[in-house]
């Protein structure tokens, strides 16, 4: 019926002290391998391995989502340090129970306080303060789940024009 595929990127916002800690890591690196260099081999082994923490450390605690709304079909994807992509859910939206802002009473009885239905949860939305996000409840290989997402306008409203039933905006 409808041809249409929207892309959205949201970009996870950083802990405080992450980058603290790959500066702290870095240089306590550098300092191994100088002393591994200068005054004994055995400060080698801890140096290197402390970068290969580091490079693991800083690949993964860069994180953005990906959403593709694709005709009925929802993916999304999770990318690691901007380089390394995974596919997290690919879901059919017919599948689809509601989707409302976190507040709405559509989506109270899933809350985790308070709530009477507990479900999976998948959280990728950005942790800004000014970004509101939404609560989807979808089946996906034959389980319920709770997804936390960044939805924009854009694809808000092609999700309500399809599902006008299941989607709550105010």
Avoid: C
């Amino acid at each position: 019926m409808y041809n249409y595929k929207i892309v959205e990127q949201v970009i996870r916002k950083t802990k405080p002290l992450t980058g603290v800690l790959r500066t702290v890591m870095l240089s306590l690196a550098v300092l191994l391998l100088l002393l591994g260099v200068t005054l004994s081999q055995g400060f080698m082994l801890p140096g290197f391995l402390l970068v290969i923490l580091y490079y693991f450390y800083n690949t993964y605690s860069q994180k953005e989502y990906e959403y593709i709304l694709e005709d009925n079909h929802l993916t999304i994807d999770v990318i690691f340090g901007k380089k390394h992509r995974r596919s997290a859910h690919y879901l059919d939206m017919e599948a689809l129970e509601v989707l409302a802002p976190n507040w709405h009473d559509a989506v109270s009885m899933y809350r985790k306080n308070g709530g009477s239905i507990s479900l999976p949860k998948y959280d990728y939305t950005s942790y800004e303060e000014d970004t509101p996000f939404y609560t989807m409840i979808v089946t996906e290989n034959r389980q319920k789940i709770k997804l936390l997402l960044d939805l924009s306008d854009n694809m808000l409203q092609m999700i309500k024009r399809r599902y006008p039933d299941r989607v709550f905006l105010e």
